[in-house]
């Protein structure tokens, strides 16, 4: 198994300024394989509902996903609702039911346990400690977290944040976990308390990174029309994961180099997620659309030396 | 004369999270014209009043700036007096005394008609309109605007914009200027306008540049540090103005590159400005140290192609 990619798999409803949809799949697990399936092939651990349809497992098959770890228990499905403003950077929640997910803690099969790169989607801290510790030699593991488990699970999270090679998290939520306003010195707070490498997402102006005493700093890619921002972090994370998994199998080392390739790939996965509802159309970006993005932002960045 | 930098100058007092000052020399020639001598000997057009001590003359004319077409008339200088909060985002001012400045009106002497580069600061589009006209046969003319310009003077605004060759505007008046949410879309319709460059500032995020059907994306030189942003668009304007003022002497062509190169040292000179308070640190800024800032931003953003 190439990567291990653990979190919600569920419907959505969303309404945005250009339009709404019902019941569509979504969920941090669903983005981040799709996004990360241009890469390896994702296994997903998760649970879902009796009423999560054949169609979704093969939809998910058909782009290299590993569905034989995903849970189907007695009862509904995860269903998230909300709606974004013209800004589009704030998702407002209307409803969440969290079904068969409220029950969501994972055995890892065998073959799951000897994963090397594992993503720990947004979930509660000490579901994925236990996750975590199921884990039997791990090459790199990453997690995400939000707000609500920075207020509720503090102490979990600084104990998770200790162990892992990666975190994802955005500006407001990093400036929340350390008490410091300036994204800088609450990266450097966050590496100081054993993360190897965080990763700030900036929404629609990129993304920092810090490793070490180092900063790479990528702007998003520039688009004209951004539909629906749901999905965006996690198929960030999806590529990002995707990438450093495929890169780094077979033991080789976490160069400077891969890590800032991997941030690109990232940015330019989830450049794809927000042009339409869902993963609408980022199921159907092919390696090669994602290859030429990546040599736009190259030239978009691209300055000469004096 | 290498480059005419238009606008206030006045003094400030400032309270940020960080501290306050009382009574420092401030405005958008100050700050523009502090900036671009490190590249070519600005002319700064502008007034004040009675109170304006020699030694602020002094100052300003040991930094390489021309002050011979500041005017001193009867009455006290502009003044502005406002305040930050820990985003550092916005400006809240407390209170604006125009002063001499109310009555500013210049009329070219032969020389400063005569120049080729001239960057016009934000003030009311009348204004501006009229020195555009009295410039014999510019090279380059820039400008700058507010959000209070866009609702009060919008006819006289866009007239100006038909004209000249590059805007400096935030993100939060392009939209309003606009009436485009997207940044991309919002570029393209002043670019249809008219404006042949469009540079649209992003704060901390750093800036985007539109030229023909191009895009330069640039994130800000990362600051641990952020004291004071008084000042900080002023001051990339003039570091933008400044090197294309020094490189484009003698009838070079203005290539893509040094239009990129230009917004690079804009983005590094204005780092140093937010690092204290009005020009303390800005002033006594070397090249050296700005060029030791923009091989350090090449470094952040680069990566390897695939």
């Known amino acids: 198994m190439d990567l291990l990619i653990i979190g919600s798999i569920g419907f959505d409803n969303i ?119 199921q884990i039997e030699n791990p090459r790199l593991i990453a997690c995400d977290t939000m707000n609500y488990w920075i207020e509720k699970k503090l102490v979990k999270l600084k104990k998770l944040l200790k162990k892992v090679d990666v975190l994802f998290i955005n500006e407001a939520e990093i400036r929340q976990l350390t008490k410091e306003y300036n994204i800088i010195k609450s990266a450097k707070k966050v590496l100081s308390w054993g993360t190897k490498i965080v990763i700030v997402k900036r929404g629609e102006y990129g993304v920092m990174c810090f490793y070490k005493n180092k900063i790479f700093v990528l702007p998003a890619y520039p688009l004209e029309k951004v539909f629906d921002p749901t999905g965006a972090g996690d198929s960030f994370a999806g590529g990002v994961m995707g990438f450093l998994a495929y890169k780094l199998k077979n033991n080789k080392m976490l160069t400077e180099q891969v890590l800032r390739q991997s941030i690109v790939f990232g940015t330019v996965t989830a450049s794809f997620c927000v042009e339409d509802f869902g993963i609408n159309k980022l199921y159907n970006v092919t390696y090669r659309d994602i290859l030429q993005r990546y040599k736009e932002i190259k030239h978009l960045i691209h300055f000469e030396m004096i």
Not at 46 to 54: Q, R
Request: charge should be neutral; glycine fraction near 6%.
């Open 15 to 133: 309404k945005t300024p250009f339009g709404k949809v019902n019941k569509i799949l979504g969920g941090s697990a669903v983005y981040a394989s799709v996004a990360a399936s241009n890469f390896v092939s994702p296994t997903i651990i998760g649970v879902v509902g009796e009423d999560f349809e054949n169609k979704y497992f093969e939809l998910l098959k058909k782009h290299n996903i590993d569905v034989s770890q995903i849970k189907v228990e007695p009862g509904k499905t995860f269903h998230w609702e909300g709606f974004y403003d013209y800004d589009l950077n704030t998702a407002h929640t209307i409803n969440t039911q969290l079904n068969v997910f409220s029950k969501f803690n994972p055995k890892l099969s065998y073959e799951t346990k000897n994963t090397k790169f594992v993503f720990l989607g947004n979930i509660d801290p000490d579901l994925q400690l236990k996750i975590y510790s």
